[in-house]
């Protein structure tokens, strides 16, 4: 990679801005919204990029906490001085989605109105949603503009949803590993996963108590949700046949023990409310395909660049291409690559050379080409 | 199709054979296999043919129990007068596998011990040992040779194993969408599907009650397994995006309220326990690859059709090509073949006028060719 360089401590962030009047007619109030930034915002306020998350993803994308962090934001390969995102120019924003259970706004927050968490009250949340959350934030710091909109999977529903949202606010769209709408598989995956929150006798209609949460179901929704990030090369790779290390888990294989504590960490983490929230976002994002696909991105102004992975079966490279197409039918700029990788759709979560350099190319790329 | 004639009413049928010794050491006393059969056996018992079922599968493979039943055998398309599976020339026999829920000996029997179903305490059963309970029912039959063994999926690797366990039984082996050992993402995904079972609060390490079983851990296995025998292009096909019908069923999707009806229609028919075994059978199933491979079958003597089919994703044509290369690296006789279908791992369940010209003809083909 391009530098090893981390952008060190970085200090997690609320912004508790306006009301909200979401897609569904609901109105949020306050709209909390958890971030953290990255570099300097110039004085004219030209140099900020906003960085969208995945499913599970949070705020922290870059950097530390504190000194004793083991591991950095979820994207650090990327961003940072001399990286990708080059933190020396820009200002990065990273903020977590609202519906989610990471600070922002979400089932877990407290309902003014019974002093209890929401859970599964809490409003359907869509990715217009998220976004519309997103702008209020970039709005709270006077950016007028966005040098660029980033994300993977969902974080590229969201840039592309921006795109078209707020078109006179966007400059770069960068969308990876993405897709215009889930196909029947997608959506069956994530329906398998809410249907195991749903069977754990904790679920309560989703208001369940701190003390009792429905961990097993949201367990399995992880172990499944997991297989379907990797590719069958780097699980033939990583695990083989290979029984289990120690005789703890129970599982055969080591694939096996792997899963289980994916599952056993994730809850954790993680909200089963959220998880049931963040996917129906997923699942009902639909700008539609061809031509419909067409007309619904053709208020965007911006450029693009659209990135999928050879491996990536989940969200394969033809839901990729399909919207490359579309924007080419109406005459966008866009530019298109296809990496070929081994790590399935986890792959634009990791250090790739080639990723580095397409992404810095493209913003470093008069804006005109 | 050939025929669309069916053998009509069938009659299914149960043998209590003597004692088998299983891969682990346990004797399986008495040893209990349910089956059918179609065609007759001519007076020299020479024109038998013996069909595997796959993971849910089990005897009845053709034809009718009744005027009132509904659906024929599972594989009612390729079996009957005129059919694949000729019965006018050929002797059928399909058996339920040991360690299932379908009239052989398996979990739900009855410990002669204790009096009550084994559950959990059934001994571990392999591919092997189903294979060595189907030799036992061959030869109550007085059957000496075998014209074929043939079976899809897990039905491949009976139809694989049948071929070095009892090499001078065999005269042809016919491998569909099968494996000579899972790969990791295989194991994966059978191994969600246990856990599932293992959360359920009813799973009681397999000692359930019939009043009280695991049925949603079931419901949730045979889900996401039912989301791997099909094909991203057929989910499209036949589910898009649409709502679901009616609003009886906790899903937005069509593909949702689909997968909750075959999850709950599935633990009507299925036990969890055999679930359990019989995945495990699949997973520990392993005759290795390359030259390992090549070693497992140097026993075979027999004439091999191997069918891989182009849009299956769980069990990949790779697979079958292994299998292949190993059969042809020690000099057999090895016939492939990979047809182009649309519905994933359940093609070779579904009518094929190629598959059935395929299987028909290397039936036909003189024993030398």
């Known amino acids: 990679m391009g530098s090893n360089q981390s952008i060190g401590i970085v200090e997690p962030k609320t912004a508790v801005l306006g009301d909200l009047r979401l897609d569904n007619g609901s109105i949020l109030s306050p709209t909390v919204?958890?971030?953290?930034?990255?570099?300097?915002?110039?004085?004219?306020?030209?140099?900020?990029?906003?960085?969208?998350?995945?499913?599970?993803?949070?705020?922290?994308?870059?950097?530390?906490?504190?000194?004793?962090?083991?591991?950095?934001?979820?994207?650090?390969?990327?961003?940072?001085?001399?990286?990708?995102?080059?933190?020396?120019?820009?200002?990065?924003?990273?903020?977590?989605?609202?519906?989610?259970?990471?600070?922002?706004?979400?089932?877990?927050?407290?309902?003014?109105?019974?002093?209890?968490?929401?859970?599964?009250?809490?409003?359907?949340?869509?990715?217009?949603?998220?976004?519309?959350?997103?702008?209020?934030?970039?709005?709270?710091f006077g950016i007028q503009r966005l040098l660029c909109v980033a994300g993977g999977s969902m974080g590229g529903m969201q840039a592309l949803q921006w795109s078209i949202s707020y078109p006179d606010v966007l400059e770069n769209c960068i969308i990876l590993a993405s897709s215009a709408e889930h196909s029947a598989m997608q959506i069956a995956f994530n329906e398998v996963g809410r249907q195991a929150i749903l069977s754990d006798p904790n679920w309560n209609n989703g208001l369940y108590e701190d003390s009792a949460t429905p961990r097993k179901g949201l367990a399995l929704a992880r172990m499944m949700g997991h297989i379907t990030y990797l590719s069958d090369h780097k699980m033939r790779e990583k695990f083989g046949r290979k029984p289990p290390i120690g005789n703890l888990l129970n599982s055969d294989f080591a694939v096996g023990s792997y899963l289980i504590?994916?599952?056993?960490?994730?809850?954790?983490?993680?909200?089963?409310?959220?998880?049931?929230?963040?996917?129906k976002a997923l699942d009902h994002f639909s700008l539609g395909k061809g031509q419909e696909l067409t007309k619904a991105l053709s208020p965007a102004q911006c450029r693009f660049l659209v990135v999928s992975y050879s491996s990536d079966w989940l969200y394969p490279p033809s839901q990729s291409r399909e919207i490359v197409k579309s924007l080419e039918a109406s005459d966008k700029r866009v530019f298109y690559v296809e990496l070929t990788t081994n790590e399935g759709h986890d792959s634009f979560l990791l250090p790739n050379q080639r990723q580095e350099d397409v992404i810095r190319g493209f913003l470093n790329m008069p804006v005109n080409e």
Chains 1, 2 share one sequence.
């Not at 906003?50 to 990327?78: M, N, Q, T, V």
């Not at 504590?261 to 996917?279: C, H, K, L, P």
């Open 33 to 140: 919204v958890a971030y953290e930034t990255y570099g300097t915002l110039s004085p004219n306020k030209d140099n900020a990029i906003l960085i969208c998350h995945a499913l599970s993803g949070d705020a922290h994308a870059a950097g530390f906490h504190s000194e004793s962090e083991k591991r950095p934001g979820w994207w650090d390969e990327y961003i940072g001085p001399g990286k990708a995102f080059d933190t020396n120019q820009y200002f990065v924003i990273s903020s977590n989605v609202i519906g989610g259970c990471k600070g922002s706004s979400g089932p877990m927050s407290i309902n003014p109105v019974s002093g209890k968490p929401y859970g599964s009250s809490f409003p359907f949340v869509s990715i217009k949603d998220m976004v519309a959350a997103q702008k209020l934030l970039v709005e709270s």
């Open 261 to 279: 504590y994916q599952g056993e960490s994730f809850v954790d983490r993680f909200d089963a409310n959220s998880y049931i929230y963040v996917t």
